[in-house]
């Protein structure tokens, strides 16, 4: 059987699949994997089939061992879905990480941990508990908190928040992935402390230690610790505090992050060097494959374990051995061995983006390399009946650059088609210059990784040599930073996109593995393949046809303000009503638009001069290349808000004021007039309403009852279906008055819980309540995504309750 191990690994992943999807009791399970077991050594006919199926049962099986709920005291059954304040003791399961978030030119920093809890401690009574926690702790710990440390943490435990908006990183379902499903806020560093368990002063494990001695050694001789070289602790020892937003970007962008994960790069790169030398030394094959899986090993320990590490090496391993004791290489059964073994280890990493993007990538350059490589050798094949003594002398000199670079953009290229939807679902990005890029980037990571091996190799017995592989090192990282920008800002480098579905990711790998293969053009399979291209081109045209004229509404959760997306049919007439203050706009805003893929922005609406609505307007111009600013001709008194129509009032930032009875696409401004001079600032907020497929949505942002009181009496006919409104700072929205005038059959009331002024008071909640309308408060509910279609309107929020109706 051709490579058996592929099948094996594929059963048991559709199990681990059917485990996620559906959920049996664990006595079931076994039952039924013992049951198949024994039929198996019975029924010899069948044995194959039955075998089979115990591949899918025992890998839906492993999954349910390790997320079902089987102890009392596991802190899902303690806890529930409850908010409290606890004291948990329990041991470090690995040294805390800091994160470092730049804003402007202030740092903040954030220590994380996980903590595998042993005892909870409630009203003063203390209960034995099971399960690990994700500990967020703000400024740095002490050095003497590391991994395997008995500690004590006093702290808020809650479960981990889900996404804020469609689209956006969801941490809860990381953490759940990594078997964590509560996270513990603590208050500050002095809420930690050790815990003395009577014997011998624990030591740092051995990854602290090689961690801090490997720093030490990568950056002697250099004149500081700068950028580069943090990167290089980054590359090299996994060391992610230096992967900040602002450093990690242009990588992002140019598809080069990989080099800064401990992966195959790093293993293979290492493996290649240890298997140099010691064949250089004249070791043999055997003895030196047995040698070399040991030290990656090493490695793999000394930085930290890491998921990436483990896989890598796990796989390097598999590869090694089978060159150690001469077997016929296949990397596909190599992928697949290693692949078994590691979901046997974790089956959760199935899920985990890391690990697609590890294994799809290298199933590609697997399954791609070979008709590429036929297709470049045809390409590049000299005149066969010329006798190459008879070519230029400069052509053969030319020989071997063009074998490596069109050998590695060969590799780049199957790499970057094999991680195409990857990308594109957990990164919102489509990076057609990481094919260059990579080019770059690789060979130098290669060449600044082995600068960094030979100064581990040397620091302990030549000081000099070692600075000398230092500042080699330091000059390849610049380099590698310095080309990162270039290419992420040439135009056209990347682009963001929304989400593919798991449907289409499937058929773009069916088609692109089958197309290449040549598999979907084989005779038999011809008529069945234009068939089915036929049929889902006529069902993505009926999908386009019948969604071409939606109009999608977000009203986004801001701590303090508001944001409103407006995601119209084409890209020209989308609108982003605010964007919250600095801080949501790079944090919230931003991300979100980019989950949107919007890569320009045609019309950014500033509604009225609250800082905590448009004090992110700078950041968002730069990011998003607006089209057009509008803003309403009412003067208000905060220095700040004049000082942003200002900036942006150029050729290619454009600033129209718009007033009561203007227009701008579907919308029609209701207030205010240019004369409106009103003591707040609130009540000269601009009021839109717009229609679309026949309902009317009207935001009222944080208009107060002046400005409600004006607007009633100026408008006839204030009627919509859906209204949205924020909270006004000294009195209620949307007065029952203006209700009444309104008729809303929802309202959305943009809220939070932080500062109290924005927060929805009982009093606001009792009288809404009282009028018989649904009623979302973006507070309780997360983001409310409304979606008008030609005959039908839905709301739904990200907490899950949803209004549907009819289209008038």
């Known amino acids: 059987m051709n490579r058996p191990l592929a099948i094996v690994a594929l059963l048991y992943v559709s199990g681990v699949l059917l485990g996620a999807f559906l959920s049996l009791r664990l006595p079931w399970l076994f039952a039924c994997s013992l049951g198949l077991a024994g039929a198996s050594f019975v029924w010899s006919a069948a044995r194959v089939y039955l075998l089979s199926l115990l591949a899918v049962l025992t890998g839906w099986t492993n999954l349910a061992t390790r997320t079902a709920v089987i102890s ?51 009203d003063a009574n203390w209960h034995p508990a099971f399960g690990q926690v994700a500990v967020a702790t703000p400024g740095v710990l002490g050095t003497n908190f590391f991994g395997g440390q008995p500690v004590e943490v006093t702290g808020v435990i809650r479960l981990p928040k889900g996404p804020a908006a469609e689209g956006l990183f969801d941490y809860r379902t990381y953490l759940r992935r990594q ?58 020892l996994g060391w992610t505090t230096a992967l900040t937003d602002e450093v990690s970007e242009p990588f992002m962008r140019t598809g080069t992050m990989h080099i800064f994960a401990i992966s195959g790069l790093h293993i293979a790169l290492i493996a290649g060097i240890l298997v140099s030398l010691l064949r250089v030394l004249q070791i043999p094959r055997g003895l030196c494959g047995w040698m070399v899986i040991p030290l990656i090993w090493f490695y793999t320990a000394a930085t930290g374990w890491q ?44 899920f985990q983006a890391s690990f697609q993007l590890s294994f799809f990538v290298v199933l590609s350059i697997a399954l791609l390399m070979p008709p590429i490589e036929r297709l470049r050798q045809r ?7 010329l006798p190459p003594e008879l070519r230029p002398r400069w052509r053969r000199w030319l ?65 000099w040599l070692s600075e000398l592989f230092n500042h080699s090192g330091w000059f390849w990282m610049a380099a590698m930073v310095k080309f990162s920008d270039w290419f992420a800002a040439i135009p056209g480098a990347y682009y963001y996109v929304t989400a593919p579905t798991p449907a289409g990711s499937i058929i773009y790998y069916t088609l692109l593995f089958g197309t290449v293969s040549g598999t979907l053009f084989a005779p038999q399979f011809r008529t069945w393949t234009v068939a089915a291209v036929c049929l889902l081109a006529a069902i993505g045209s009926f999908q386009w046809f019948n969604h071409r004229n939606d109009t999608h509404i977000t009203v986004l959760p801001l701590s303090g303000g508001d944001s409103i997306f407006v995601d119209a049919p084409g890209r020209t007439d989308d609108l982003l009503l605010d964007c919250g203050n600095d801080s949501a706009a790079e944090y919230l805003v931003k991300p979100f638009l980019h989950g949107q893929g919007v890569n320009r922005l045609w019309h950014l609406l500033l509604t009225h001069g609250d800082l905590r609505h448009i ?105 919509a279906d859906v209204v949205v409104a924020g909270i006004p700072a000294k009195s209620e929205p949307l007065g029952d008055a203006l209700l009444d005038a309104v008729q809303p059959r929802v309202i959305v009331i943009s809220a939070s819980e932080v500062p109290s002024q924005e927060r929805a008071t009982k009093d606001l909640r009792a009288r809404l309540e009282r009028r018989g309308v649904t009623v979302f408060y973006t507070s309780d509910d997360g983001a409310v995504s409304i979606t008008l279609r030609p005959k ?9 309750k949803r209004f549907v109706s009819d289209a008038k």
């Not at 513990?184 to 050790?194: G, H, Y």
């Not at 230690?209 to 720093?215: P, T």
């Not at 509008?630 to 003067?635: E, I, N």
């Open 307 to 350: 998921s990436s590490a483990i896989r890598s090496t796990i796989m390097m391993s598999v590869i090694i051995a089978g060159w150690a004791i001469k077997r016929p290489s296949d990397l596909l059964n190599s992928l697949a061995a290693a692949g078994f073994i590691i979901l046997l280890w974790d089956p959760q990493q199935l």
């Open 179 to 236: 078997g964590i499903y509560y996270q513990l806020q603590v208050e500050s560093a002095n809420d930690w402390r050790t815990v003395s368990t009577g014997g011998s002063t624990p030591r740092p494990p051995l990854a602290d230690r090689f961690r801090h001695w490997s720093q030490k050694t990568l950056a002697a001789g250099l004149p500081n610790e700068d950028e580069s070289l943090h990167l290089l602790w980054a590359m090299a």
């Open 615 to 719: 004090g992110g307007a700078n950041r968002i111009a730069n990011e998003f290349a607006v089209g057009q600013f509008l803003a309403s001709s009412v003067r208000f008194r905060s220095p700040a808000y004049r000082q942003i129509p200002g900036n942006l009032d150029s050729p290619s930032k454009r600033l129209r004021s718009i007033n009561r009875s203007d227009q701008f696409g579907a919308w029609t401004v209701l207030h205010p007039e240019a004369r409106d001079r009103f003591p707040e600032a609130d009540d000269n907020a601009i009021v839109l309403r717009g229609e679309f497929n026949g309902v009317r949505v009207l935001f009222c942002s944080d208009l107060g009852r002046p400005g409600q009181r004006t607007l009633r009496e100026r408008e006839q006919d204030l009627r």
């Open 379 to 385: 390409l590049l094949q000299p005149d066969p009946l």
């Open 72 to 122: 009392p005291c596991d802190l899902r059954t303690l806890v529930g879905a409850s908010l409290e304040f606890v004291t948990l003791r329990g041991t470090l399961c690995d040294t805390p990480s800091q994160r470092v978030y730049e804003h402007g030119d202030k740092e903040s920093w954030r220590t994380l941990a996980r903590i595998k809890v042993a005892v909870l401690q409630r």
């Open 792 to 800: 039908t309107w839905d709301v739904r929020t990200m907490s899950g």
């Open 399 to 463: 020989d071997g650059p063009i074998h490596f670079l069109t050998t590695s953009f060969a590799t780049s290229l199957a790499a970057w088609l094999g991680s195409l939807p990857l990308i594109a679902y957990y990164f919102h990005l489509f990076t057609p210059v990481s094919l260059v890029a990579n080019l770059v980037i690789v060979p130098l990571s290669s060449l600044a990784l082995m600068c960094n091996l030979g100064s581990l190799l040397c620091g302990g017995w030549c000081p």
